[in-house]
C-alpha cells in the first residue's frame, strides 16, 4: 500500500467522521430525511467518502479483504432499527399475516438463468454468519448477528451477461408515504464480495419487520443507508440512468453519494 494513498484515506475517513460527529452532537434523528441531504455538514462528509473513490479505496483495502467481525459479546441487545419500519403497503401487509409464505425473491434482468426463490428455498441454501457493525449516516453504530445467503452464490446461479455492471436491489416499501419504492445497488465488485449477502436472520431469530423483513440486504464496506430493507427483486443491469432518480438509489437521488464505501 502506498504511504501517499494510505494518509489519503485515512484523513477522508476522519472527515466523515467529523462530519457526521458535528451532525450528531446535540440532534436526536429519528431515521434519515430530506432534511439530511440538505444538511451541509453531511454533503460534505459524504463528498468526503466519494472524493477518496472507489480505486482509492481498493489500492489500500483488496477486493476481497473483510470489514471488521466482532464477538457475540459485543452485540448489541437491542439491534436499532430506523427509516421505514413499518411498512403499510398491502401486499406487503399481506404477506406479514401469513409469514411470507407464499413470498418469492425475484433474480433477473441481465441474467442468464432467471430465478424465483421461495424463503425457505432461500434457508436451504448455504449460508454465512457474521457479526458486523452498522455504520449509519447519522453518526450511530450497531453491531449485529447476521445470516443469510452470499450474493454471490444467488448471482452464479443467475448467470449474469458479460455486460453486466450492477446490481439494483428493489424493495417493497415506500419512505415517509412518498410515492416511489425504496431501492439501491452495488457495483459487481460489492456484489460478489463475501460479506455482501442477503440477510433473513438477525441475532439469531428471524429477521424482525422493522430490520426489514423477509430479506435485507447486508453490505458490509459500505454506509447502512446502502443496506437495503424488504428486499423483493435484486436486478442486474448495465446501467441505473432511467431507474427512478436515475443515481442509483432512493438516498442517492436526493442528493447522497452512490459509492458510500467506509
Known amino acids: 500500500m502506498n504511504d501517499n ?6 484523513r477522508g475517513r476522519r472527515k466523515l467522521l467529523a462530519g457526521l460527529g458535528a451532525l450528531g452532537a446535540g440532534t436526536l434523528l429519528p431515521g434519515c430525511d430530506d432534511s439530511l441531504s440538505r444538511n451541509p455538514q453531511v454533503r460534505e462528509a459524504l463528498g468526503s467518502v466519494e472524493k477518496l473513490t ?16 466482532f464477538d457475540k459479546s459485543d452485540i448489541a441487545p437491542v439491534f436499532r432499527a430506523n427509516g421505514t419500519t413499518d411498512p403499510q403497503e398491502p401486499e406487503y401487509l399481506r404477506m406479514v399475516e401469513n409469514g411470507f409464505a407464499d413470498w418469492q425473491l425475484r433474480v433477473d434482468g441481465l441474467v442468464n438463468r432467471p430465478l424465483k426463490l421461495s424463503l425457505t428455498q432461500l434457508r436451504e441454501m448455504p449460508s454465512r454468519t457474521q457479526i458486523t457493525r452498522h455504520d449509519c449516516v447519522e453518526g450511530w453504530s450497531c453491531i449485529g448477528e447476521w445470516t443469510g445467503v452470499v450474493l454471490g452464490d444467488l448471482l452464479d446461479q443467475a448467470e449474469p451477461h458479460d455486460n453486466a455492471r450492477f446490481v439494483v436491489f428493489l424493495c417493497a416499501d415506500h419512505t415517509y ?22 440477510a433473513y436472520d438477525l441475532n439469531g431469530d428471524a429477521l424482525p419487520v422493522a430490520n426489514g423483513a423477509p430479506i435485507r440486504l447486508r453490505a458490509e464496506r459500505q454506509l447502512g443507508y446502502k443496506h437495503a430493507k424488504y428486499v423483493m427483486r435484486v ?16 438516498w442517492e437521488d436526493r442528493g447522497y453519494e452512490w459509492w458510500a464505501g467506509i
Open 5 to 10: 494513498t494510505s494518509r489519503r484515506v485515512d
Open 54 to 69: 472507489r480505486s482509492a479505496q481498493r489500492l489500500v483495502a483488496s477486493r476481497q479483504s473483510l470489514a471488521q467481525e
Open 177 to 198: 408515504g412518498r410515492s416511489d419504492l425504496y431501492y439501491e445497488s452495488l457495483d459487481m465488485i460489492e456484489s460478489y464480495h463475501p460479506q455482501t449477502i442477503l
Open 235 to 250: 436486478e442486474v443491469v448495465e446501467s441505473f440512468r432511467d431507474l427512478y432518480g436515475g443515481k442509483g438509489g432512493y
